[in-house]
């Protein structure tokens, strides 16, 4: 259930930020962000889920996405590479908070702060009383409320008066340039790199495996992946129309006059906006409401997944090993308010959800994704080539540069010109970012095993342990797989780490 929840609160975060495609200003329409997209992407990102990553992750009992990690590399590279995930997930939390809290700042007319507090609260206490439990059944009212009140705010915005057919405006210039983007040869590349970030990069947040890893059984795991894909339309089209009608729209004949907000650069409001003024007002109220659920749930769920990644690998496996069940519920409960605490904070650090959009799935995609598939699907990744491919591509991300985090580029590919004082990379650098990792991964892993397998290098320079690696198997029986203390075999962990664990949907 989450999979497809978890990719409905990205569209309307998307459309909260952005608008659709070309109602956003020209440094993001250069980067083909955008709802319509967004939605195309999950549905490839739950098939490619389901097909390759639910199996072997839940045939194998993993507690959280990390625990192929703690098993192939050992406990202190787990711990160190664990970070980049913890990230990812407070980086997501305050995402959603800060869409949700300008949305309620513009529409009810509270402040800022006042929203975040109110929803970081409500997130936090919820996923504390139940854990798992709390989300799964508050899943099923979000998604019902996402529902009913998204596609009831349609039809207003279609039949306001100060608003055209969005058919006649789509490519065509009307009150704003044409709704429907088009991809011009100097753009390929940024659209081929956005696409992949968007499909492929969410395989790296542990919030997406949550629900597979939780399921009874890797069919069920399966199920929930594929059932996704094909939901995520249903609720992905109000999005879309909304950013469409708002620039299909005259806004000097709405309360909100002249210029249009995309000409006072309040694109980032366009969601609320067109509640507000297009909509009668208990209408834009309800449409607070797909928005609140859309955003608490997206919350509630990566504060679990936070929860579970350090409870489960660090805590119970670094810092105290020998921590009972009791003490591991109230590590569990800390974390939760930790990280929402933390997350919530962020969002007084930078009010740009496109910044923190960028950086979260930016780690996701580019730093934990190829390690997750080398340890899944190549026998011979090793501790040494995960540290050296984490690093290089940390090194080479930062020397591309991102604008939105004021990072200027040092490296400069073909391509990068400047457009209003802002440098704009025209190559797919989070996907060579990506592929340098993964390759740096292979080849230093391969090299490693070596040198120290043939002797080329003794055996005491060998500090992080390491054995040449058997090619992990990925279609399992269900009755387990064979039991050994080898930390190069990928065993189930239930038996040591699932009590420590939320998810407490899981058979183990």
């Known amino acids: 259930m989450n999979t497809y929840k978890y990719w409905v609160g990205s569209l309307l975060l998307l459309l909260t930020i952005t608008g659709t495609l070309p109602a956003v200003p020209r440094y993001y329409r250069c980067n083909g962000k955008g709802p319509e997209k967004s939605f195309t992407c999950g549905i490839f990102n739950n098939f490619e889920g389901g097909l390759f990553f639910a199996e072997p992750m839940r045939n194998r009992k ?25 990230m990812s997930e407070v980086i997501w939390v305050t995402s959603t908070l800060i869409s949700l809290g300008v949305t309620m700042a513009v529409i009810l007319d509270l402040s800022y702060s006042l929203s975040i507090w109110i ?115 249903t609720f992905g089209i109000p999005p879309v129309i909304i950013g469409a009608v708002a620039a299909s729209t005259d806004w000097n004949q709405t309360s909100y006059g002249s210029p249009s907000p995309s000409e006072q650069g309040q694109t980032g409001l366009i969601l609320p906006l067109a509640l507000q003024h297009l909509t ?37 496996k670094i810092i105290r090993p020998q921590a009972s069940e009791n003490e591991m519920r109230w590590v569990i409960r800390a974390s939760v308010v930790f990280f929402g605490l933390l997350g919530t904070l962020l969002t007084f650090l930078h009010t740009s959800v496109m910044a923190f959009w960028i950086l979260g799935g930016e780690i ?27 690093l290089m591509a940390l090194l080479l991300r930062l020397l591309c ?37 993964f390759t740096t991964i292979l080849l230093v892993s391969w090299l490693t095993s ?45 038996n040591n780490a699932g009590h420590s664990c939320p998810q407490t949907e899981s058979s183990c």
């Open 119 to 233: 929803s970081a609260a409500v997130a936090i206490v919820y996923t504390l009383l139940g854990g798992l439990y709390s989300v799964a059944y508050t899943d099923i009212i979000q998604l019902i409320l996402i529902f009913i009140t998204s596609w009831m705010c349609v039809p207003f915005l279609l039949i306001s008066p100060a608003s055209v057919d969005i058919t006649t405006t789509s490519f065509n210039y009307t009150f704003q340039p044409p709704w429907v983007g088009n991809v011009t040869a100097d753009r390929a590349w940024i659209w081929i790199d956005i696409f992949l970030l968007l499909s492929l990069g969410d395989l790296g947040f542990q919030d997406f495996h949550q629900r597979t890893l939780s399921a009874s059984s890797s069919a069920t795991a399966k199920l929930r992946c594929y059932c996704a894909a094909f939901l995520i339309p």
């Open 364 to 390: 996701a995609y580019i730093l934990m994704l190829p390690q997750l598939v080398c340890v899944l699907f190549v026998g011979f990744s090793n501790s040494y080539g995960a540290i050296v491919g984490f």
């Open 401 to 437: 540069g991102e604008s939105l985090l004021g990072i200027p580029p040092t490296i400069h590919f073909p391509g990068c010109i400047l457009v209003d004082g802002i440098y704009v990379q025209h190559a797919p650098i989070r996907t060579i970012c990506m592929l340098v990792s």
């Open 62 to 86: 993993f507690v959280t996405m990390m625990d192929g990690f703690q098993i192939k590399y050992g406990d202190t590279i787990t711990g160190l590479l664990s970070v980049a995930p913890l």
């Open 450 to 494: 070596l040198l120290f397998d043939r002797g080329i290098m003794s055996r005491k320079y060998d500090i992080l342990r390491i054995k040449l690696q058997p090619i992990p198997q990925t279609d399992l029986p269900q009755t387990g797989l064979p039991k050994n203390n080898d930390e190069n075999n990928l065993e189930p962990l239930c």
């Open 280 to 316: 009668p007002p208990y209408i834009s109220v309800i449409g607070i409401g797909a928005v609140a659920a859309a955003v608490m749930s997206s919350t509630d769920s990566a504060l679990l997944s936070a929860a579970s990644i350090f409870s489960s690998n660090i805590y119970k």
